[in-house]
């Protein structure tokens, strides 16, 4: 069987790229070990938001039910149910995609791929059964997996990654996690959301070390008020296993020690390369490609996660769609430039384009605009009055180049500035445009309104 | 209110009109609508229009007049108005062609005058069109890429867009600009006739495409219409004897391959004798500019070098003092950074003369035009295998190429171009003189 294209990883970059070459009128053979989806939508993304939805009802019910008036006696939660629905929705989900590839008769090919040369792929079936297929291009998107801490190896009971840590059962009483990035932060919120004593430890001065400072200190006071322990500048320099957990070891300006029933490991990636051709990697393993996503290696092309940062379900999806429209196409395809950022804790966090610090490192002279949603009437109603909108705006032609936003939707009012950035708008279109009455974008329209001394509720 | 008739601009390159024919007499009661005159652009002849009723109270400029964008043309007075005490017609507008930033702020006024110019194939004049008047679609453009064309003077509805769904973005609009630049300047502006009107060409079939003028086709357009209608041309062509410098060149490639060195291209021995002969013949090498010829003290040796959407001529500079392996690295480099649009202004302004070479397209022979304020152009043809009668008059195989000049006869005659010639096939027939 010969295809036009045969996709290594069924993952966001696999499953989309492998879909749009069949929109394509092509011929595709997507090959995963595992089930559809990747890992994001069995391990990762998708899974993680049911069990945050979950903490975030607890948390509100728990906190905040008085103030909203409910009253109720013994408020429980069931552990195992809520991992239960959390792998329910990955089932469904994984089910679509594989329904997706039927639809557009993509060959599903449930096995462990290697790329010997050029055009031919070997896979190896769980039951040993072995084929070659061959295709004119093959597109690698194989992802990465949970960087493993030297000296702290997960096993899955005291050391766990974020893999084990949607799953555990029964729940970690106390729990140190290493690494304070998105995951590490959800991770954090979840657990003390549910009771769990939460030891966040970060080797770098803030929170969300990508984001916008700002946003990070407001996190950091948000997430410290719930009750997480928040130790950054911290480095994790000793561990071990106890009979009962873990113990940890975290210099900071002092050294301190944590007991914990278990560690989760949050301190990024490590890149999933296919077994065969010899593909140019960059220094940290992860595959290199030209400006057409291809490889070293001619007809051998890559997109996702395995192609290194950000390593973001969406971009891997945009990576993918572009470089199955440059393998069978003239036209060149785009690279990445702006793309969001989000992470599902409460308050949340989201954010598009340059933070004030990339853009000051940049030399390039912008304008602040910021609006808390304590004067935005919707989020006040919806008793969310935590956090703001901070936008930044080039000068002199006020084109906006970075937005960020901290508070209740965060992640859902991050589209509108994608657009706007993706689009080259500046603020007058920003502040022409019209926001619903009452909702929590009019803040948005306000940080606008802010950098340019109009607005009205401030 | 009495309300003041100003020449429109009628065309984005339009710095000054002519008024053909004042179509109502002073007196004349004026509608809506009413075609008040006739006035020419560089482009064409158009029907101003009247946007106020009224009575033509005054007319200050007379049939055949040509005047700037701007300037008062005439006054209208509303029933029972008389005109103002003040009512005079501006006479010294700045004569230099506005620029494009004046022009937009100008706007405003132009949106108050009360005459605009109903021309079929174009809407009423703004700073930047938002439509692409032929074909009436929506010229997309960010709001940011308008914005960096309006302060650039970038015209957005012939540019290719980059962004998504072929959006023109700001980085599209730079780079227009920094094209233009690069074009406007490799060929200055000496005189500037007024370009005759376009005839329209007639459609032929459905299959007929139309392409808007990029930056730097409108340049050439202008440029080089200005030099072929402005400059007295004449040419002269000589055939030379290539077998020596073929010879030559494959002595030196092979020891160059010996050595891992890169090969010479019969190009690179053409511009090095273009650079000795116009050391040699130093009236060759010069300008004519105006009441003076400027005869140059160095060759700024420009070669023409064919890009996607065009042409650029970059420059090597004091070419005259340059070896062949110099004059063949530089070429290589300026050639491969005029390909990748990243020429800088010092690398293809001021060239003193230019090579244009067409013989890896397998033409004969060919006259080029001038690139002003040049004076002087060398046309190069392929080598060409034929039969030549040799010094024993005896018939045998021999190589040759044709080399032509076109030169500005306000500046080299006859002999002085004959003589610049001579010196250049001396140079390249016995090639070793070169490098010496």
Redesign the interface.
């Known amino acids: 069987m010969k295809c036009d294209l045969i996709v290594v990883g069924g993952g966001p970059a696999g499953y989309v790229g492998a879909i749009r070459a069949a929109q394509l009128g092509k011929r595709v053979a997507c090959i995963e070990k595992e089930r559809a989806g990747g890992t994001c939508l069995n391990w990762g993304c998708i899974p993680t938001k049911s069990l945050l939805r979950n903490a975030e009802l607890y948390h509100l019910l728990q906190h905040r039910a008085s103030d909203l008036g409910f009253r109720f006696d013994n408020l429980a939660y069931d552990w195992s149910k809520i991992i239960a629905r959390s792998r329910a929705v990955s089932d469904k989900l994984a089910s679509g995609v594989e329904f997706l590839f039927r639809k557009h008769k993509i060959d599903n090919i449930k096995a462990t791929a290697s790329i010997p040369e050029a055009g031919r792929v070997a896979c190896k079936g769980a039951d040993g059964k072995e084929q070659i297929l061959e295709a004119d291009s093959i597109l690698v998107a194989t992802g990465a997996t949970s960087r493993p801490m030297p000296g702290l190896p997960v096993n899955g009971k005291t050391v766990i990654d974020s893999h084990y840590a949607m799953i555990i059962d029964p729940q970690p009483k106390r729990l140190v996690i290493i690494g304070a990035g998105a995951i590490g932060v959800e991770f954090a919120y979840f657990f003390n959301a549910f009771g769990t004593e939460v030891t966040l430890v970060e080797m770098l001065p803030n929170v969300l070390p990508v984001e916008d400072t700002e946003i990070s200190v407001a996190l950091e006071r948000a997430l410290t008020k719930q009750g997480i322990k928040i130790l950054t500048n911290s480095k994790v320099t000793e561990t071990s296993t106890t009979k009962s957990g873990v113990r940890v070891t975290v210099e900071s300006k002092e050294k301190q020690t944590f007991e914990a029933d278990c560690a989760l490991v949050a301190i990024g990636v490590s890149p999933l390369v296919p077994a065969g051709v010899s593909l140019k990697l960059d220094p940290k393993g992860f595959i290199q490609i030209d400006d057409r996503y291809q490889t070293n290696v001619p007809g051998v092309y890559a997109a996702g996660d395995i192609i290194g940062p950000p390593w973001l379900a969406h971009v891997a999806m945009w990576e993918a769609i572009q470089a199955v429209n440059g393998i069978f196409s003239a036209a060149t395809p785009k690279r990445l430039k702006t793309f969001p950022g989000c992470t599902y804790c409460q308050p949340q966090v989201a954010s598009v384009g340059l933070t004030e610090r990339a853009a000051k490192d940049k030399g390039i002279k912008f304008k602040v605009g910021k609006f808390p949603f304590l004067a935005n009437g919707k989020a006040l109603a919806a008793g969310e009055p935590d956090g703001f909108v901070k936008l930044l705006f080039g000068e002199p032609h006020g084109e906006i180049i970075g937005a960020h936003i901290i508070g209740a939707e965060a992640t859902e009012l991050i589209a509108e500035l994608g657009l706007a950035i993706n689009l080259e708008a500046t603020h007058e279109e920003l502040e022409e445009t019209i926001h619903a009455h009452p909702t929590l974008s009019e803040a948005v329209h306000e940080a606008v309104g802010n950098a340019f001394g109009v607005a009205i509720h401030i | 209110m009495p309300i003041t008739i100003e020449m429109p601009k009628l065309s984005d390159t339009m710095t000054e009109g002519t008024l053909l024919r004042w179509v109502k007499k002073v007196g004349d009661n004026v509608a809506v609508g009413d075609v008040l005159a006739e006035v020419e652009t560089d482009k064409a002849t158009m029907e101003m229009e009247a946007f106020d009723e009224g009575t033509l109270s005054e007319v200050y400029v007379s049939d055949g007049q040509t005047v700037q964008v701007g300037q008062k043309l005439a006054l209208l007075l509303g029933a029972g108005e008389s005109k103002p005490a003040e009512s005079k017609p501006a006479e010294s507008k700045p004569s230099a062609p506005a620029s494009k930033q004046s022009d937009a702020q100008k706007k405003p006024d132009t949106e108050k005058k009360a005459a605009q110019t109903k021309q079929s194939e174009s809407p009423a004049p703004q700073p930047l069109k938002t439509a692409d008047a032929e074909s009436g679609q929506r010229v997309k453009a960010?709001?940011?890429?308008r914005?960096?064309a309006t302060e650039l003077g970038v015209q957005l509805d012939d540019l290719p867009g980059s962004?998504?769904g072929g959006?023109i973005?700001?980085d599209d609009v730079v780079s227009a600009h920094e094209n233009r630049a690069q074009t406007v300047s490799q060929a200055p502006k000496t005189a500037s006739p007024s370009a005759p009107a376009v005839v329209p060409p007639q459609p032929v079939s459905q299959q007929d495409v139309q392409i808007q003028l990029g930056g730097m086709r409108r340049t050439i357009a202008a440029r080089l219409l200005e030099a072929k209608t402005t400059i007295p041309h004449f040419y002269l062509q000589t055939e030379i004897d290539a077998e020596p410098l073929v010879q030559l060149r494959q002595q030196l490639n092979t020891a160059n391959e010996a050595a891992g060195l890169s090969k010479f291209t019969i190009n690179d021995f053409i511009l090095k004798a273009t650079a000795v002969a116009a050391s040699h013949v130093p009236k060759a090498n010069a300008s004519f500019a105006g009441d003076t010829i400027v005869q140059y003290g160095s060759v700024q040796l420009a070669c023409a070098v064919a890009i996607d959407d065009g042409l650029v001529t970059p420059v090597i500079r004091d070419a005259q003092t340059k070896t062949l392996s110099q004059i063949s690295a530089e070429v290589k480099d300026l050639a491969a950074k005029a390909r990748s649009k990243k020429l800088k202004p010092e690398q293809y302004q001021g060239g003193t003369i230019t090579v244009s070479n067409l013989g890896s397209y397998g033409v004969d022979q060919f006259f080029a035009i001038i690139n002003p304020p040049q004076s002087l152009i060398v046309s190069v043809g392929a080598i060409l295998k034929k039969p030549v009668v040799n010094a024993a008059g005896a018939i045998v195989p021999g190589q040759r190429i044709v080399l032509a000049l076109s030169c500005d006869h306000r500046v080299v005659d006859g002999a002085i171009g004959a003589q610049f010639l001579a010196e250049l096939k001396r140079l390249l027939e016995t090639p070793a003189l070169m490098l010496v």
């Open positions: 960010s709001p940011l890429a914005k960096v962004g998504p959006r973005i700001r």
